[in-house]
């Protein structure tokens, strides 16, 4: 079975710009979470959806947003970016009602210079 | 603040050895606990988890305990390999496992298992 996949693994962005993250959860599982590591906080909870609603949201500003699709495949965005964000997303998927195990991808390296 | 903590941001023990990597947290919600590893450019591998009915798991070389009084777990791994040497995440979370996603991680011990 096909592990969790994120495109694209390393992007560099300016400033101001907006970056668009994809992820692909392994086949049948229907949730799919977003979190953010950085060197000083750790790993981070952005986001979770599940049907394509946001059920869960960490504390972050408006500027990261996500959506999920109907095939359960999930995007997340973050607009006006600054050099703060740079940092490895990773996104995890879990079946729905297996206990708390999630499943994560091998993220995407985002550099904002 | 930090719900979730692992005081200890390395670790070196030998080849052959026990590893234990410590980890505490402070909301008496949790109930369900989970330990990660994770390599360098990787996204974390979920190793064991541990439900808070329950005071020990085992699987494998990997055993976690709970001290629910404590607030406290442990990660056990016996014997140590050098293929072990990684980082590793202690995460928490609670509620209905149909609803509930968010994992709280603490902030990582890197183990360093050494010949």
């Known amino acids: 079975k096909a592990g969790v996949t994120q495109t694209p693994r390393y992007l560099i962005k300016t400033r101001g710009q907006q970056v668009t993250l994809s992820c692909s959860p392994i086949?049948?599982?229907?949730?799919v979470s977003w979190y953010q590591q950085t060197p000083g906080q750790g790993l981070q909870f952005l986001f979770e959806y599940f049907s394509e609603t946001q059920r869960n949201k960490g504390n972050f500003p408006g500027r990261f947003s996500g959506r999920q699709f109907s095939n359960s495949r999930s995007e997340m965005n973050v607009s006006t970016l600054e050099l703060g964000d740079s940092a490895l997303y990773l996104c995890?998927?879990?079946?729905?009602?297996?206990?708390?195990?999630?499943?994560f991808g091998p993220g995407t390296r985002l550099t904002v210079t | 603040d930090q719900q979730v903590k692992q005081n200890s941001p390395s670790l070196s023990v030998q080849e052959g050895r026990i590893s234990i990597l410590n980890c505490d947290y402070t909301?008496?919600?949790?109930?369900?606990f989970l330990w990660y590893k994770k390599y360098p450019a990787e996204g974390p591998t979920f190793l064991i988890s541990i439900s808070s009915i329950k005071d020990k798991n085992e699987d494998g070389r990997f055993t976690v305990f709970l001290n629910k009084s404590a607030k406290h777990l442990s990660l056990h791994i016996v014997p140590s390999q050098p293929g072990d040497s990684a980082v590793y995440f202690c995460?928490?979370?609670?509620?209905?496992?149909?609803?509930?996603?968010?994992?709280?991680f603490g902030t990582g011990t890197r183990l360093q298992v050494t010949l």
């Open positions: 909301n008496s919600m949790f109930d369900y």
């Open positions: 086949s049948g599982h229907r949730s």
């Open positions: 995460a928490a979370s609670w509620g209905d496992t149909g609803t509930a996603s968010k994992l709280t």
């Open positions: 995890a998927s879990k079946r729905t009602g297996d206990n708390y195990e999630q499943y």
